[in-house]
Every structure is written in structure tokens, then in C-alpha cells.
């Protein structure tokens, strides 16, 4: 290992805040220093670190439920991390920059790590990029780390995988959304939170979601990110549910799939330069391109 990079892990180790986000970067660019971090990830701290997916439409409140988790969870002396899938733009994404705004007061608290990620502009990678800076918060010492994402696309979903448990998170006014998301994301969530509890159509909501969760085996929980009502119960519910969920070993295997979905996405990507410069060698023209790319896998493989 290079001295710049035990130099670099030791000050992740120190929670430096720039370590942390330096030591995100060389392995998210694909650095050739990004193995030996990786490797070092290996570690304890990492294994005994609660990874918490937070998902559901945009606009259900998930960021200011996350910032009303990290107080609760601070106050109970926890240091935490965030991860945040961003399906925009990093430098032009209103909701980016939402998060960023609602996320400061946070910000000079040096037991808070906030990391955000596109999604736009990714050819892939994005189970691989987010693993890992979940790691490399676990390893600065955060006993939490919350992975938030927007529940709409594939690559959300992968994410969603990558997390211990996860709650998904609905709130009244967004019923369209809120209807696309029952069916498939329910079977893929540990628990369902109610948002806005205090805006009007709450109740009704939070009974159908009640419903939906007792049918399924799962709990619901009904919060409100902005005057605070639910949240203890959310946060403590969620930290005992991991538990159970580890105790029955169901973390262990849920790691073993993440880390399979992690290998996947760092196999394509590795691969992708050399597929590409195979399918410029061979200038494939014309025809089905499904049966080029077989051609090309062929050629490849020979
Ligand atoms: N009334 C009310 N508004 C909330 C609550 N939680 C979030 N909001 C508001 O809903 C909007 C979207 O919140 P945000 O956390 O960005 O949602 P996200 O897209 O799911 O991350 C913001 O204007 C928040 O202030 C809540 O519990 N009650
Ligand atoms: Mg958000």
C-alpha cells in the first residue's frame, strides 16, 4: 500500500471529512488506488455497521425524515452516514440541491457524513459507487449509514438491495405515485412509513398502508419529518427490526446478495472500455445490432 493511501485511510479513520470524501472519489473514478482502499474496507466496523434504505416517490419527505433520523440517532450519541441517490444532475439538480440546503444543518456536525450521487449521466456502476462510500462511512467510525433513493428506476431498486433493511416512504397527495409503488416495492421493503402525518389525508393513507402492511407481515409506522411526531418510534422500530432481521440471519444473506450485486456492476464496468474497443476494431454495419453485440461477445470470447 502506497503511504498517500495509509496516510488517506487513517485520516477516514480520524472521521476527517475530507479523507472521507477523497477516499469516496479514488474509488468512485475508478482510481488505481481505488483496490487498496476497497480492501482495507474489510473490516469490523464495516460488518457492524447498520445500513438503512430509505426509498419511495420524490417528494414523500424522505430527506427531511432522514435529517429528523440523524437528530434522533445523534442524540442517542450515533454517529451516522448519508448516501444519497440522486436521480438529477449533480451540479444542476434542483432536488440536489434541496437535499444539500436541507441536509446543513447537519453540516458543521463532524459525526454527520452526507454523500450524494447522480444517477443521470451514469452508463452504470451505480451499486459499486454507493457501496462503497457506504463502506467507507462505515469504516470512519458511523454506526449508521442511511442510503436514500427514489424508488422509480432499475438502478434504484438495485440500490435498494444494497441496504440491511429498508423502509419505504409514501405520504397523502401523492396517490398516483403512491399506487404505482404498492405493487412492486412492498414485497422489496421491511417497513412502510406514513409521511406528512400532519397534512390533511394522512389518515386515510396510513390506514390503506396499515392494511397493506399487515397483509404482507410488515410494520407501518406514520411520522411527521417536520413537527417530529413518529419519528422516535420509527428510528428505534427500525434499529430493533435489524436486529431481528440479523439475528435471523437474514443481514448476513442479504449481504452476501448485495455483495454479489456489487461484483456484478464492477465486472461490467471493467469490461465495458474492452467491449468497447472490440466493437470499434471489428466496425460492425448493418443488420440486427442485438446480433453485432452477440458477434462482437463471440469474438471476444475466442
Ligand atoms: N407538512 C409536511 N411537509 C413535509 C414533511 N416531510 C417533508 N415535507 C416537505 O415535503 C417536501 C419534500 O420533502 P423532501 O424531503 O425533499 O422529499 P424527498 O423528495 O422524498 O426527499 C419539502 O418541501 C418538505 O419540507 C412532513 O412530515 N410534513
Ligand atoms: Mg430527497
Do not use: F
Not at 428510528?235 to 448476513?252: H, K, S
Request: charged share 25%.
Amino acid at each position: 500500500m502506497t503511504a498517500e493511501i495509509q496516510t488517506l485511510l487513517a485520516e477516514v479513520r480520524a472521521r476527517s471529512p475530507r479523507a472521507i470524501g477523497r477516499a469516496i472519489s479514488i474509488v468512485e473514478d475508478g482510481d488505481p488506488a481505488a483496490g487498496e482502499i476497497l480492501e482495507a474496507l474489510e473490516h469490523p466496523s464495516v460488518e457492524e455497521a447498520i445500513v438503512l434504505g430509505v426509498t419511495g416517490p420524490g417528494g414523500a419527505g424522505k430527506s427531511t425524515l432522514t435529517q429528523a433520523l440523524i437528530t434522533h440517532y445523534r442524540a442517542a450519541g450515533r454517529r451516522v452516514g448519508v448516501v444519497a441517490i440522486d436521480p438529477s444532475s449533480s451540479v444542476s439538480g434542483g432536488a440536489l440541491l434541496g437535499d444539500r440546503i436541507r441536509m446543513m444543518r447537519h453540516a458543521v456536525d463532524e459525526d454527520v457524513v452526507i454523500r450524494s450521487m447522480a444517477t443521470r449521466g451514469r452508463t452504470g456502476g451505480l451499486c459499486a459507487a454507493a457501496g462503497a462510500a457506504v463502506r467507507v462511512m462505515a469504516y470512519s467510525g458511523c454506526g449508521i449509514v442511511v442510503l436514500e433513493t427514489v424508488g422509480v428506476g432499475q438502478a434504484d431498486l438495485q440500490v435498494v438491495g444494497l441496504a440491511d433493511l429498508t423502509a419505504l416512504v409514501v405520504a397523502p397527495g401523492l396517490g398516483d405515485d403512491v399506487q404505482a409503488m404498492k405493487a412492486g416495492l412492498i414485497e422489496l421493503v421491511d417497513a412502510i412509513v406514513v409521511n406528512k402525518a400532519d397534512q390533511p389525508g394522512a389518515d386515510a393513507v396510513a390506514a390503506l398502508m396499515q392494511a397493506l402492511a399487515e397483509a404482507s407481515g410488515r410494520k407501518a409506522y406514520c411520522t411527521s419529518a417536520v413537527d417530529g411526531r413518529g419519528v422516535p418510534e420509527l428510528a428505534d422500530g427500525l434499529v430493533a427490526l435489524y436486529e431481528a432481521l440479523r439475528e435471523g440471519g437474514r443481514v448476513a444473506e442479504r449481504r452476501r446478495n448485495a455483495r454479489y450485486a456489487e461484483v456484478i456492476d464492477w465486472a461490467l464496468e471493467l469490461l465495458r472500455p474492452e467491449v468497447v474497443s472490440w466493437v470499434e476494431a471489428l466496425h460492425p454495419r448493418g443488420g440486427d445490432p442485438r446480433a453485432l453485440a452477440r458477434a462482437v461477445i463471440a469474438k471476444m470470447r475466442s
